[in-house]
């Protein structure tokens, strides 16, 4: 028996398991099995390798794989800024609740994802930026204008007013970024169109007139009759999810305002100190109106198309600076820069740094007027001219004494805020199971909160870094202060979790009256369906004016109605038009819920709209919102179709 084990062990076999066994360990070594490692990703998005697009995804082939993780901080700083834009846009309209959901958050997950794609798929297929097409986008962005023009001082102004600050370069990086991730969906997106008949047909529907009969039937009075004990307990077992108390905590906590520390006094010596190391800040550099004529030299050309667009550019040239030469007409004529040519070669105001090297200081060495012998670039040759020169402006130190004074009182505030904190911290850290001591060492007061769920409550508890801090495992087990936790400009707290209830069942007892109202409302909506429901069958056998002549109830109409006439209400007529038309002569009858009580219709007849009365404005305008709407629409197909092409694993416990 030993010696068919050792025979067994040795053989062919055994090469080949022995073979499967060590590449794994070749290739990623024996820490790989060693080591655990915790996953923190909100979702991971892998593609297969450019060279084996059908690579399968099995191990260990899916170390061949590229993989990107979104990770939980990049999800929440995503959701935070969403939020506050909601909260914003939406006033006292904003539902927290709502926006907390599963589905709400899963949708600015998938934003992030299809972003993340799009990287992938834009790097996959090699594309590229020009900075021509940087320096366009980011020039027409209405936050650097000034009267519907670019101004170079707002944009740097913008950029170093940013947390972290953004050096153009950077900042001109990220756009490129965005640009080349979107430009293929962009292009997509332009490229939709619409038919006439399409436009016909939406003009119909939109000037679509009906002639409808309603009756709005009242809700049945309160439900009073008895509830049985069965009910009751059968109810409860059914809804137990419905009475449940949610889980809760109460915090103390110790706010830190840098707002309530002294100013410091100005210092001269300090703030001239300051002044010379933002120079640059207060200084507008040269800036050049220049027009140019591109003749385009593709990368791949051959030394005969390069020469013969040198000789074209020298030629542009010399006509260009004959006397009572039109510089717009010629560029209109022969530029192949697409952006510029229409508008006569016009590139408006320019810094140096904006345009590539060989341009910018070709255009920067000539005077007011002239125009340039032909210039290489990267792109190919330009014919400049200078039309006025904006000298640089450096702002005088008195003139910005009263910005340093505040940026100056600003750090030296930042500092002693960020060094009270660092105290208190350190304090906390003595005895980290209560924010007395610390807090009455650094002169302090602890506060405490009501008991507040994972909805929110009042004060710091509306705070969305506070609540997920409050509900964290580390501060609920273990009862200790949390880091320092910024919930405004100059504003931060540490909470202390002294009390947590977690969520449980509610007795029967205690919810009784709960679970009675709740049988009494459902009998109240079940009597309101079935008397709508008889309503409906009597309008079925005799028309809806003497079912409701027999029922007593009023019967409106409307004979022409419009659609969008908030008759009677904006929700009753949205189900009118939402109906199928009338078939056989007969009127289509139906019934629908609107706003709390049902309401029984019969839409008698469907009137198409008359395209002789729809205005080629109108016509031009639904163009625009069918193509807006269709290229939208293709975008996202896209997006749907390239997602296809990655592996993509969400972690919903982390959402």
């Known amino acids: 028996m030993l010696q068919a084990l050792r025979d067994k062990t040795t053989g062919w076999i055994a090469g080949i398991i022995l073979t499967i066994v060590t590449v794994p360990f070749a290739f990623f070594g024996m820490e790989s099995y060693m080591q655990q490692s915790v996953e923190t990703y909100v979702a991971r998005i892998a593609q297969p390798p450019t060279w084996w697009p059908s690579a399968p995804n099995v191990w260990p082939i899916t170390y061949l794989w590229t993989s990107a993780d979104i990770e939980a901080d990049a999800f929440r700083q995503r959701v935070d800024l969403v939020r506050e834009n909601m909260r914003q846009r939406q006033g006292d309209n904003f539902d927290p609740k709502q926006f907390e959901s599963k589905d709400n958050k899963r949708r600015i997950l998938d934003g992030l994802i299809d972003d993340q794609v799009l990287q992938f798929a834009a790097e996959q297929d090699d594309l590229a930026i020009s900075d021509e097409e940087v320096r366009k986008a980011i020039q027409a962005m209405p936050d650097f204008q000034v009267d519907g023009v670019f101004n170079a001082d707002r944009y740097q102004l913008i950029l170093a007013s940013q947390n972290p600050p953004l050096t153009p370069t950077a900042f001109q990086d990220k756009i490129r970024e965005g640009l080349k991730n979107d430009l293929i969906p962009a292009g997509i997106a332009d490229s939709a169109f619409v038919t006439a008949a399409e436009i016909d047909r939406l003009a119909r529907l939109l000037s679509e007139t009906r002639d409808v009969n309603w009756v709005m039937l009242p809700l049945p009075p309160a439900d009073t009759a008895p509830v049985t004990d069965a009910q009751i307990t059968a109810w409860y077992d059914a809804h137990r999810s419905e009475f449940r108390k949610p889980e809760s905590v109460r915090l103390e906590y110790v706010v830190v305002d840098g707002s309530t520390l002294p100013k410091p006094a100005s210092d001269d010596a300090a703030l001239r100190q300051l002044y010379q190391q933002q120079i640059a800040k207060y200084s507008t550099p040269e800036q050049r109106e220049v027009s140019h004529i591109l003749v385009q030299v593709a990368a791949n050309a051959s030394e005969s198309e390069k020469k013969a667009a040198e000789a074209k550019a020298r030629r542009l040239a010399a006509e260009a600076r004959a006397p009572g030469a039109d510089f717009a007409a010629l560029a209109r004529a022969n530029s192949d820069d697409a952006g510029s040519k229409n508008k006569g070669g016009d590139l408006g105001w320019i810094r140096k740094e904006d345009m590539v090297p060989a341009f910018g200081t070709a255009a920067f060495a000539l005077p007011a007027g002239q125009i340039s012998a032909p210039v290489k670039s990267e792109f190919g040759w330009h014919i400049i001219k200078v039309s006025e020169v904006r000298p640089a402006v450096q702002r005088p130190f008195e003139e910005v004494r009263a910005d340093l004074e505040r940026e100056l009182a600003q750090g030296s505030q930042e500092r002693e805020f960020n060094d009270l904190i660092g105290k208190l911290v350190d304090e906390v850290l003595k ?188 016509r031009n305008t639904l163009r625009e919102q069918m193509t807006m709407a269709n290229g939208e629409r293709a975008r996202e197909a896209f997006i749907r179709a390239l997602r296809a092409r990655y592996q993509i694993k969400v972690a919903e416990d982390r959402l």
């Not at 002169?443 to 009042?458: D, E, M, S």
């Open 431 to 618: 005895s980290p199971t209560s924010l007395e001591p610390a807090a009455k060492a650094m002169g302090l007061t602890v506060q405490t909160t009501p008991a507040f769920t994972r909805a929110g409550g009042p004060g710091i508890a509306g705070d969305q870094k506070v609540l997920r801090a409050a509900f964290s495992d580390t501060l609920i087990q273990d009862g200790t202060a949390s880091d320092p936790i910024e919930i405004g400009p100059d504003k931060t707290v540490l909470i202390r979790v002294f009390d947590h209830e977690p969520e449980r069942a509610l007795p029967l007892a205690q919810v009784r009256d709960a679970v009675i109202a709740a049988i009494r409302a459902d009998r109240q909506r079940k009597a309101a369906a079935a008397a709508a429901d008889a309503l409906l069958k009597e309008a079925e056998s005799k028309g809806l004016a003497d079912a409701a002549n027999a029922a007593k109830l009023a019967m409106g109409g409307l004979d022409g109605m419009q659609r969008g006439m908030p008759i009677p209400s904006q929700q009753a007529a949205d189900v009118l038009f939402n109906q199928p038309r009338p078939e056989n002569d007969r009127p289509r009858l139906g019934k629908a819920l609107v706003g709390g009580a049902y309401m029984v219709y019969a839409i008698r007849a469907v009137h198409d709209g008359n395209l002789a009365q729809v205005t080629a404005q109108d």
